[in-house]
C-alpha cells in the first residue's frame, strides 16, 4: 500500500468559503473523503496550515518516515518560499504540486513556482481533480 501526504498550504483552510466563483465551494474534508473513496489502496495523510515553517517540519517529517509521495499545494508559498523548494528537493520525495486556479492565467506574480521547479510535475487550474490525476500519477 502506498503512503501519501496530501498537504495544504495558506488559506487552503478556507476552502469551500474563500472564493467560490475561483475555488469551487468543496471544503478540505469534502477532497479528502473524494480521495481515500478513489484510491482505497493508499493510506492519506492530511495536513494543512497557514504557517510556512510548519510545511517545513511536516516535509522532513515525511522524509523520514518514508512517504511514498507528497500531493503539495502550496498556495502563496509557492510563489515566494525558498524554504518549501529546499525542503521538497531535500527530501527526495516524489511531489506533485497543485492549483486549483490556473496560476498562469492569474495575476503575474504567480506565474513563477519556486516549489512547482523541484517537484516531479505541476497540475494547474483543473480545480479538485487536480488532486486526484496528482496521486494517480503517484500511484502508476
Request: hydrophobic share 35%.
Given at each position: 500500500?502506498?503512503?501519501?501526504?496530501?498537504?495544504?498550504?495558506?488559506?487552503?483552510?478556507?476552502?469551500?468559503?474563500?472564493?467560490?466563483?475561483?475555488?469551487?465551494?468543496?471544503?478540505?474534508?469534502?477532497?479528502?473523503?473524494?480521495?481515500?473513496?478513489?484510491?482505497?489502496?493508499?493510506?492519506f495523510e492530511f495536513y494543512q496550515s497557514n504557517h510556512e515553517g510548519d510545511l517545513v517540519d511536516k516535509i522532513s517529517t515525511l522524509a523520514e518516515?518514508?512517504?511514498?509521495?507528497?500531493?503539495?499545494?502550496?498556495?502563496?508559498?509557492?510563489?515566494?518560499?525558498?524554504?518549501?523548494?529546499?525542503?521538497?528537493s531535500g527530501s527526495k520525495i516524489p511531489t506533485i504540486e497543485v492549483h486549483i486556479s490556473n496560476i498562469h492565467a492569474r495575476e503575474r506574480f504567480r506565474h513563477h513556482s519556486h516549489t512547482g521547479a523541484v517537484s516531479k510535475g505541476v497540475i494547474a487550474g483543473l480545480g479538485l481533480r487536480g488532486y486526484h490525476l496528482a496521486t494517480q500519477s503517484l500511484t502508476d
Open positions: 500500500m502506498k503512503r501519501i501526504a496530501v498537504l495544504n498550504g495558506p488559506n487552503l483552510d478556507r476552502l469551500g468559503k474563500r472564493d467560490p466563483e475561483i475555488y469551487g465551494t468543496d471544503t478540505l474534508d469534502d477532497l479528502a473523503n473524494s480521495l481515500r473513496d478513489a484510491f482505497s489502496d493508499v493510506e518516515s518514508g512517504s511514498d509521495g507528497i500531493v503539495f499545494n502550496p498556495g502563496a508559498y509557492s510563489h515566494t518560499s525558498i524554504a518549501l523548494r529546499d525542503a521538497i
